[in-house]
């Protein structure tokens, strides 16, 4: 992923600590990982840190965000489900070492229920901007259980080292979705 950078040239700090994380990540369990440790790599302090982060699974929580907002932002305005899928798959495969060390941490604030909460609430607007509301009745059930299984492939597909294409992984989710919530994806323009 490009990283933002400011006026000056110089790349969004928030990325900086991203990058000192993934550093610190190749050399010791995310759980053993202080924020101390983070900030000495990334050449900041604890305090700056503590201005753009709660702890280190928000600063993961995070860069998924910004990877996920990238992936899906066109969603719905010419991109489909899918193209957004190979797009996320694409980076989460250039990054698996990072997800792989992420996605273990089972902990409170952890990525796996972070991920799921962020597609659930995209999809949730996605829908509710074409209906006015989004028909919780009808979806909302459905849409929670996509949400969750395809999260889970996805961890285990980062677990397994990423071995099938972001094609494929795409495809498979856009295949595994349930028959009525996939409909409605079409209605919605989503779906190839």
């Known amino acids: 992923m490009e990283h933002a950078t400011s006026k ?7 990325f900086r600590l991203a990058d000192a994380l993934e550093d610190c990540m ?23 840190f503590y201005r753009n982060f709660t702890d280190k699974y928000d600063l993961i929580n995070w860069y998924f965000d910004e990877l ?3 992936a899906f932002e066109h969603m ?21 070492f990072f997800f792989r060390a992420a996605f273990k941490n089972d902990s409170q604030n952890n990525l ?35 949400c969750v299984a395809s999260v889970h492939m996805t961890q285990q597909w980062v677990f397994k ?9 795409a495809e498979l989710m856009i295949e595994a979705m349930p028959p009525r919530l996939s409909k409605l ?3 919605l323009g989503i779906l190839d």
């Not at 000056?8 to 928030?14: A, Q, Y």
């Not at 010791?28 to 302090?45: F, H, M, N, Y």
């Not at 719905?76 to 957004?84: E, K, L, Q, R, V």
């Not at 901007?129 to 979806?139: A, H, M, S």
């Open 112 to 146: 796996r229920d972070h991920d799921i909460q962020m597609i659930e609430d995209f999809y949730r607007k996605l829908i509710a901007g074409k209906f006015g509301v989004f028909p919780e009745d009808q979806f909302g059930g459905l849409l929670e259980m996509y």
């Open 68 to 70: 996920l907002i990238k």
């Open 8 to 14: 000056s040239g110089k790349v969004d700090v928030r």
């Open 26 to 48: 190749r050399e010791a369990p995310l759980e053993k990982i202080t924020v101390r440790q983070i900030t000495d790599r990334c050449g900041v302090s604890r305090q700056t």
């Open 185 to 187: 994806f079409s209605e």
């Open 76 to 96: 719905g305005h010419g991109n489909t489900a899918y193209d957004s899928l190979v797009h996320k798959f694409t980076y989460i495969q250039n990054e698996k």
């Open 161 to 169: 080292g990423c071995k099938a294409s972001p094609e494929d992984m």
